[in-house]
C-alpha cells in the first residue's frame, strides 16, 4: 500500500506551502481555528472521535506532518522547530491569523514551541498527553536514538509494529485497529524507507529539544490531558523512576496559566479512549 491510498475517515485539501512540500489536512467546521497536531508515527485518522463533534463548534484542521501520512515526504530535519515554521506557513497560506492548538504527545511538543516563537499567532493550547517536560542525559539520548532507528523501524515485523501500537493504550479499542494495520501494510510503500527516517529524525530532536528548559515562556492559556496509565510519557525505557505526577509537577511550575486534567482507565491515547470527556473538555476550555 501506498500513503496515498490510506483510509481517511474525512475529506483532505492539499496545500503546497513551498515548491515541493504539499501539506494534507482537513477543512472542517466554522468558528475558532483549533489546529490538530499528531504525534511521532502519527497521522490525521488519531483524530477519528473527535474531528466531527468538534467540527460543529470550530473549524478543525487537522494536519499530516511533513514525512507523515499524505503529506510530502521528502527529507526533512524533523526537529520541532522545523515543524512550528510549517505550521505558521500553513496558516499563512489559509489566511489565519491567530489560532488554537490541540497537540497530542510529540504534537504537544510542536504546541510548546509554537506557543515559544510565534506567542502573537497562537491562542489556547489544548494538550493531550504531551512530551516537553522530560530531559535526557548524553547517554540516554543515545539509548533512545538507537532504539528508534530508521534501519529498526524498516526491519520490525508485524508482533513488533502491533506491540508498539497497543503500548499506547490501556485499553485497546477494537475502533483503533486501523493504527496496527495501516502500519504494516505501508512498510511496502515505496516511500516508506523516507517516512521511517523522518520518524528517527524527529524522535532524535524530541528528546534534544530546547523546549523543557524554555517552558515558562509559554504564555498561551494551556490545558493537559494526561492518562493515569500512560506508558509513554514519562519514558519508561529510560526514565523508569520518573513518575507522570512529576511531569505534571514541572508543567505546573513553568506554564504561568495551566490546568492539567487526568482521566482514569487512560493510556496514552485521552483523545481515543475517551474521546467523549476529551471533546467536551476541549469544547469547554476553548470557548
Given at each position: ?14 496545500t ?25 508515527g ?7 472521535k ?7 463548534h ?7 506532518l511533513?514525512?507523515y501520512?499524505?503529506s ?6 524533523g526537529t ?7 505550521v ?23 504546541a ?16 493531550s ?6 530531559t ?5 539520548k543515545?539509548?533512545?536514538e ?26 485497546f ?12 501494510a505501508?512498510?511496502?510503500a515505496?516511500?516508506?524507507?523516507l ?70 482507565e ?5 483523545q481515543?479512549e ?13 470557548l
Open positions: 500500500m501506498e500513503f496515498e491510498s490510506l483510509t481517511y475517515q474525512f475529506p483532505v485539501v492539499k503546497q506551502i513551498e515548491p515541493g512540500l504539499t501539506i494534507v489536512h482537513t477543512a472542517m467546521g466554522d468558528g475558532s481555528p483549533v489546529v490538530f497536531i499528531h504525534g511521532l502519527s497521522y490525521i485518522p488519531a483524530w477519528n473527535n474531528l466531527l463533534p468538534l467540527s460543529k470550530f473549524r478543525c484542521i487537522a494536519i499530516d511533513p514525512g501520512g499524505k510530502s515526504k521528502s527529507l526533512h530535519p520541532m522547530d522545523y515543524y512550528a515554521e510549517v505558521i506557513k500553513l496558516m499563512d497560506k489559509l489566511g489565519i491569523n491567530k489560532f488554537n492548538i490541540c497537540g497530542h504527545s510529540m504534537g504537544g511538543v510542536i510548546f514551541k509554537l506557543a515559544i516563537e510565534f506567542p502573537e499567532r497562537v491562542d489556547k493550547l489544548f494538550l498527553a504531551p512530551g516537553g517536560a522530560e535526557y542525559s548524553e547517554d540516554e543515545l539509548l533512545v538507537n532504539f528508534i532507528s530508521t534501519d529498526r523501524m524498516i526491519s520490525n515485523d508485524d508482533k513488533q509494529i502491533r506491540n508498539n501500537v497497543l503500548v499506547n493504550f490501556h485499553h479499542p477494537l475502533d483503533a485497529q486501523f493504527m496496527i494495520s495501516d502500519r504494516i505501508i512498510r511496502k515505496k516511500e516508506f524507507p517516512h521511517a527516517e523522518i520518524i528517527a529524525r524527529s524522535a532524535s530532536d524530541v528528546i534534544n529539544s530546547d523546549v523543557p528548559f524554555r517552558l515558562s515562556g509559554v504564555k498561551s492559556k494551556t490545558m493537559i490531558i494526561f492518562g493515569d496509565n500512560d506508558k509513554m510519557i514519562p519514558n519508561r525505557f529510560v526514565h523508569p523512576e520518573l513518575t507522570p505526577q512529576k511531569m505534571i509537577d514541572t508543567f505546573k511550575q513553568n506554564i504561568q496559566s495551566v490546568n492539567i486534567k487526568i482521566y482514569p487512560c493510556g496514552h491515547f485521552p481515543f475517551h474521546p467523549e470527556i476529551f471533546n467536551r473538555d476541549l469544547i469547554e476550555f476553548i
